[in-house]
């Protein structure tokens, strides 16, 4: 019974970790370029009492007899599937139709990634992230340009006074892994590479890497299904609910057994 006790606890141990990675993902249903989280289990280590295998006579084995020890929280897996688009009409904003990551330089010097194309200018001209941090490759867009396009091919031109044909300021890149999943998040809508993520491969969008095209004017939604997340946090509340009855079906039958010697 004190097996059962723990085995319980840690069942609800791992649904409030479930719970947890839900309420993110709801909380983040309104962030542009938000990759949703879902948490994975894995059962814990096992008591034999009986080693499966072991022989019960000349001619027989056991098919053993082990007691589960519970549950744990394993990993989060970042969910990569693509987001809605919401137009902004913003000349700035920028979404990726396909697989890639903007590259943001921060200001240690390191190199973080993003989905969340909502840029501005900074006092310099450059474009920069809302916490103003540089947009990788560098572009600065003249204060007098009267007109902004950036192609589906990462190409960002400016129509500026006097001239007919728009000046090129220079071409964005992307950059995707072998294992996205494996990034980090580390808040600010950013992502770290990691050893699980590889290193990052760069190349224009649309480029021959497989890289995604961007989409002037369009901001990617998060790829939260609202619907879902309360479907998986009505599961999670049950399971939680569940366990909770066998912590007190546990404490029943040793409040009998105290009973027995009375």
Not at 96 to 102: C, L, N, P, R, T
Not at 115 to 122: I, M, P, Y
Not at 135 to 152: G, K
Not at 208 to 216: A, E, F, I, P, V
């Amino acid at each position: 019974m004190i097996r059962a006790l723990y085995t319980a606890a840690s069942g609800m141990s791992a649904q409030q970790a479930n719970l947890d990675t839900v309420a993110n993902n709801l909380a983040n249903s309104g962030t542009a370029g938000f990759r949703r989280r879902r948490l994975q289990f894995e059962d814990m280590i096992y008591q034999n009492l009986i080693t499966p295998g072991s022989a019960q006579s000349q001619q027989t084995e056991s098919a053993g007899l082990q007691i589960g020890l519970g549950t744990r929280s394993a990993a989060t897996e970042m969910i990569m599937t693509q987001g809605d688009f919401n137009q902004t009409g913003n000349p700035l904003d920028m979404a990726i139709q396909g697989a890639g990551f903007f590259q943001v330089s921060k200001p240690d010097g390191t190199i973080a990634y993003s989905r969340a194309g909502s840029f501005h200018l900074n006092n310099q001209g450059t474009i920069v992230t809302s916490d103003g941090d540089t947009v990788l490759p560098a572009i600065t867009i003249p204060s007098n340009a009267t007109s902004i396009t950036i192609s589906q091919y990462g190409v960002v031109t400016a129509t500026l006074p006097g001239q007919t044909n728009a000046a090129q300021l220079g071409t964005l890149q992307l950059a995707t892994f072998a294992n996205p999943g494996g990034l980090e998040s580390v808040g600010s809508n950013l992502f770290q590479q990691t050893m699980s993520s590889g290193n990052p491969i760069t190349d224009t969008p649309g480029g021959t890497s497989g890289m995604g095209t961007l989409q002037q004017g369009y901001l990617e939604n998060s790829n939260v299904d609202v619907v879902a997340e309360f479907v998986q946090m009505i599961l999670a509340q049950r399971a939680y609910e569940s366990n909770s009855k066998v912590v007190h079906v546990a404490d029943d039958m040793y409040s009998q057994i105290n009973d027995l010697i009375r």
